[in-house]
T-cell receptor, first 111, second 113 residues
Framework: RKEVEQDPGPFNVPEGATVAFNCTYS??????FFWYRQDCRKEPKLLMS???SGNEDGRFTAQLNRASQYISLLIRDSKLSDSATYLC????????????FGSGTQLTVLP | ETGVTQSPTHLIKTRGQQVTLRCSSQ?????VSWYQQALGQGPQFIFQ???????GRGNFPPRFSGLQFPNYSSELNVNALELDDSALYLC????????????FGEGSWLTVV
C-alpha cells in the first residue's frame, strides 16, 4: 500500500465551482501535513500546511483527521488560475527533513 | 523566486551514460534533498545531505549518489543510466531547525534515450 494515496482525477470544474480533494496516508507516525501545488512542468510550491483544527487561507480550506488518517483540501469559487496538480504531502517523524508526496490530483478549471 | 537554482534545466543522455546534476541552495541553508519525479507521479525522495554528509536515503539503488560541498551546493550523480531514470529531478534546500520551510528549485529535466 502506498504511503500517501490521492485520487488522480482529473477534476474538470467550471469557474466558480467548489471542489474538494482527499488524501489518505498509512504512516500513523506522520507528524506534519501539507498541500503543495504544481503547475505543468514546474516545481512544487507550498500551498498550505494542514492542522488538526482545520485551517483556511482565503478560498482554500484544509482539514486533517488523524484518527481516520485523512486529509482534505477544499477550494471555493474556483478560478482559472487554480488549474494545477495538487499534491498531498507528509513529513514523517524523524530528523531527516524528507517529504513524502502523493501522486497528485489534477484540477482544470474551465471558463 | 526560492533562491534555489539547478542546472542544467534540460538534458538528454543515452542509456548507460552517467549524468551530474547541480544545485545551488538558498544562502545559509545547510540541508539539501533530492527528489525524482516521473511523469504522472509525485516526487520521490532520493537522499538528503546535511553539512556534507548523507543523513537519509530513499529507495534508490547505489548508482544514485550525491555530494554536498562546504558552501552547501550539491550534486546528484546517476551512473549507468536506464530509460526509467527519465524524470524531473528536484533539489530542495532548508535550514535545519527552522521548522517546515523547504524551498524547491525549478528542477532538471532528464531524458534517457
Amino acid at each position: 500500500r502506498k504511503e500517501v494515496e490521492q485520487d488522480p482525477g482529473p477534476f474538470n470544474v467550471p469557474e466558480g465551482a467548489t471542489v474538494a480533494f482527499n488524501c489518505t496516508y498509512s504512516n500513523s507516525a506522520s507528524q506534519s501535513f501539507f498541500w503543495y501545488r504544481q503547475d505543468c512542468r514546474k516545481e512544487p510550491k507550498l500551498l498550505m500546511s494542514v492542522y488538526s483544527s482545520g485551517n483556511e487561507d482565503g478560498r482554500f480550506t484544509a482539514q486533517l483527521n488523524r484518527a481516520s488518517q485523512y486529509i482534505s483540501l477544499l477550494i471555493r469559487d474556483s478560478k482559472l488560475s487554480d488549474s494545477a496538480t495538487y499534491l498531498c504531502v507528509l513529513k514523517p517523524t524523524g530528523s531527516a527533513r524528507q517529504l513524502t508526496f502523493g501522486s497528485g490530483t489534477q484540477l482544470t478549471v474551465l471558463p | 523566486e526560492t533562491g534555489v537554482t539547478q542546472s542544467p534545466t534540460h538534458l538528454i543522455k543515452t542509456r548507460g551514460q552517467q549524468v551530474t546534476l547541480r544545485c545551488s541552495s538558498q544562502s545559509g541553508h545547510n540541508t539539501v534533498s533530492w527528489y525524482q519525479q516521473a511523469l504522472g507521479q509525485g516526487p520521490q525522495f532520493i537522499f538528503q545531505y546535511y553539512r556534507e554528509e548523507e543523513n537519509g536515503r530513499g529507495n534508490f539503488p547505489p548508482r544514485f549518489s550525491g555530494l554536498q560541498f562546504p558552501n552547501y551546493s550539491s550534486e546528484l550523480n546517476v551512473n549507468a543510466l536506464e530509460l526509467d531514470d527519465s524524470a524531473l529531478y528536484l533539489c530542495a534546500s532548508s535550514l535545519a531547525g527552522s521548522g517546515n520551510t523547504i524551498y524547491f528549485g525549478e528542477g532538471s529535466w532528464l531524458t534517457v534515450v
